[in-house]
């Protein structure tokens, strides 16, 4: 990357939630930035949410360009402002009858989509088992919400313990998508969220390289995870239907 005069760059990157996101910044480049937000719950933030509780996934993470003096805050504003253009547009060419009620439903939806895969090829995948998973009235029994709602109590492993843990994040006890947003979510994700693919499945798993092995029963998704995460035993805790 070339640097011309006093221009830099600047990146928020796709996946990360705000407790984590402020501007990625090389360390020789700091002192170029001013650094006048306080942290995820300064004024400015919270202003941008409106009357939602947060300002979590209102950001489009993507490379900025900025000069010398500018500050972060004015970064995120642009982020904020790039969001709003693009979830505008997706929403605009939406598939039809699709469970949202709302572009920030979308959002919400464009956020898990981003934490469950790395994988470009899967995020429409993705996307359709859980639109599928909600218009059938399943709870979508993802493993990013409990991290989410967890907090800083995560430790890195999700417990039997963790998913009967009541928080408002939970979807594996409660039904429908989570309060708010739990990512950062790319344009990509926001286009999958708004066009999911067209399929049977309603289960997928993680095949421990990065991708997912999806099932349209409950039998084919409780097999997939005794051959991908057990190395063939069966689990002592079988997949709920939903």
């Known amino acids: 990357m070339v640097i011309i005069a006093d221009e830099f760059f600047t990146g928020i990157p796709n996946m990360h939630s705000i407790r984590g996101s402020k501007p990625r910044i090389p360390d020789n480049y700091l002192k170029a930035l001013d650094q006048v937000l306080e942290g995820v719950n300064d004024e ?12 979590e996934g209102l950001f489009l993470p993507e490379s900025y ?12 504003q642009r982020a904020h402002a790039a969001l709003n253009e693009t979830l505008a547009q997706s929403w605009q060419g939406r598939e039809d009858n ?11 939806m464009a956020s898990i989509v981003e934490r469950e895969t790395g994988v470009p090829e899967e995020r429409a995948e993705i996307a359709g088992v859980f639109v ?8 979508l029994q993802t493993d990013p ?13 999700i417990r039997y313990r963790d ?48 991708t997912h092995h999806f099932s349209t029963t409950l039998e084919e998704h409780n097999a997939a995870v005794s051959k991908y995460q057990l190395k063939g035993r069966k689990p002592n805790r079988p997949a709920e239907p939903g």
């Open 44 to 55: 400015k933030l919270l202003g941008l949410a409106g009357d939602r509780p947060t300002a």
């Open 65 to 76: 360009r900025y000069e010398r003096g500018d500050s972060d805050w004015d970064i995120l």
């Open 145 to 157: 919400t409990i991290i989410y709602g967890l907090g800083e109590s995560f430790d890195g492993d």
């Open 163 to 210: 998913l009967r843990r009541d928080t408002p994040y939970n979807t594996y006890l409660h039904h429908g998508l989570t309060p708010t947003p739990i990512a950062l979510p790319g344009a990509d994700a926001i286009h999958a969220a708004l066009h999911p693919a067209d399929s049977d499945a309603i289960y997928f798993v993680s095949k421990g390289d990065g």
């Open 132 to 139: 599928r998973r909600m218009r059938r009235g399943m709870r």
């Open 98 to 108: 699709l469970p949202y009620e709302s572009p920030y439903e979308a959002l919400i």
